[in-house]
């Protein structure tokens, strides 16, 4: 806005009038009052109430996932691979037809066989009649006892080759049956080694895998002295505490697994070149989101444990100095805070040092705020597992 201020023309003026024209055209540009601009608002930003909660003493491991079952598919004879019934990756079932192969050669052999066993079987019942014919002569006194002991001698080498034909029928059967190859047990099959029309046999190695990994395994190493400890305490004190454990495990995604699982078995012996002992840990896995081979992370938890601050993941940064959070103190302005962090919690890390229930630490929109400037805090709640925001309003309803 400006105000009035009078105007005089200086056209035809002398040089005083035209100083004087100067002037009130100076009184012209003051006569207009700055305008102050206005105020921006503060900065939303989302805010987490910290508090406390019930940690438990506990122990991360570096671990990987195995199959708690495998069966090698292979050859139990020499044929060519004639069709592939499963599809690679896929799930089977126990009795399912996977492979089935070339049955020429098996099925003759199988001919053959049957075909001496039919000799064998006349040259034992023809020995059989002689030999009861021989007896009965020799009883009358017509045949020598050395021409009966020939009978006699027949009759057991015919049997002997009439056995030696049942088994190699029994033989070629199994061959046959052999041709298709079945799965052994229940779970996921593996990739394809060799293909259709490739002549496989035992020596050739195995043609396929199957893995049961419903219930899964994890493997870790426990250090030796941490192991002595555990079979100090006695066996059945140490099963009291491997039942009181809570074993959860961590995926590569940062994410938990929903499951939880419980300690299996501990090696006997000690590796030398490690000082550690092999342990073993049995999850479920319905939905096969576990895979044999992954590196996992496994948290053991013990029973007991004491109220400490949890601050979420997301709002930790950090620089040279260490680690920090901003916090929104009751003026509403944004302040710096160094803490020490202890293990992690799902989206949560444990604060040892730093932090306070109560204080609200920002969350979301950090990279609008510095230090010192005022904020509009949004109340938010955070779940402490997949560390999913949703604000304080829709929380309690």
């Known amino acids: 806005m400006f105000r009035f201020c009078p105007f005089y023309p200086l056209y035809g003026k002398s040089p005083v009038h035209i100083l004087v024209g100067v002037l009130f055209l100076a009184q012209i540009v003051g006569c207009s009052e700055p305008t102050e601009a206005p105020q921006a608002a503060p900065v939303s930003v989302s805010v987490v109430v ?132 079945r799965a052994p047990i229940d779970g996921w099959i593996g990739k394809l080694n060799f293909d259709v029309g490739t002549v496989v046999s035992p020596a050739s190695g195995a043609i396929t895998e199957i893995l049961v990994t419903d219930p899964i395994y994890v493997e870790f190493q426990l250090n030796e002295a941490d192991y002595v400890s555990y079979r100090r305490a ?37 590796d030398a070149s490690t000082g550690t002992v092999a342990m073993r840990a049995v999850f479920p896995n319905p939905g096969a989101v576990l895979l044999p081979g992954l590196y996992v992370t496994l948290n053991v938890e013990g029973q007991a444990g004491e109220a400490k601050i949890l601050a979420p993941q997301v709002a930790i940064q950090e620089t040279i100095e260490g680690q920090f959070v901003l916090l929104v103190d009751d003026q509403q302005q944004v302040i710096q805070r160094f803490i020490k962090t202890g293990p992690r919690r799902g989206a949560m890390v444990v604060a040892e040092s730093g932090l306070k229930a109560g204080e609200r630490v920002i969350v979301e929109g950090l990279q609008k705020v510095r230090t010192g400037i005022n904020v509009n805090p949004v109340p938010k709640q955070i779940d402490p597992d997949t560390g999913a925001l949703v604000d304080a309003g829709e929380a309690d309803q």
């Not at 505490?241 to 499951?259: A, H, I, K, Q």
């Open 234 to 270: 006695g066996r059945d004190a140490a099963e009291t505490m491997v039942s009181n454990l809570s074993l959860y495990l961590t995926l590569p995604d940062g994410e938990r697994f929903s499951e939880r699982g419980v300690l299996d078995f501990a090696d006997v012996s000690t």
């Open 50 to 181: 910290l508090e406390k909660a019930e940690v438990r003493p506990s122990r991360e491991f570096v671990a990987r996932t195995a199959a708690s079952a495998k069966a090698d598919i292979s050859a139990r004879i020499e044929a060519e691979i004639r069709e592939i019934q499963f599809k690679e990756g896929s799930r089977v079932e126990q009795g399912q037809l996977l492979i089935r192969l070339e049955d020429t050669n098996v099925g003759a052999d199988l001919s053959q066989a049957q075909a001496e066993l039919a000799a064998a079987r006349a040259e034992l019942q023809s020995a059989d009649k002689n030999l009861k014919r021989g007896e009965e002569v020799a009883g009358k006194g017509h045949l020598s006892a050395a021409d009966l002991d020939k009978l006699k001698d027949r009759l057991s080498a015919a049997e002997g080759r009439f056995k030696a034909a049942e088994a190699a029928v029994q033989k070629a059967s199994n061959n046959l049956g052999y041709t298709e190859i």
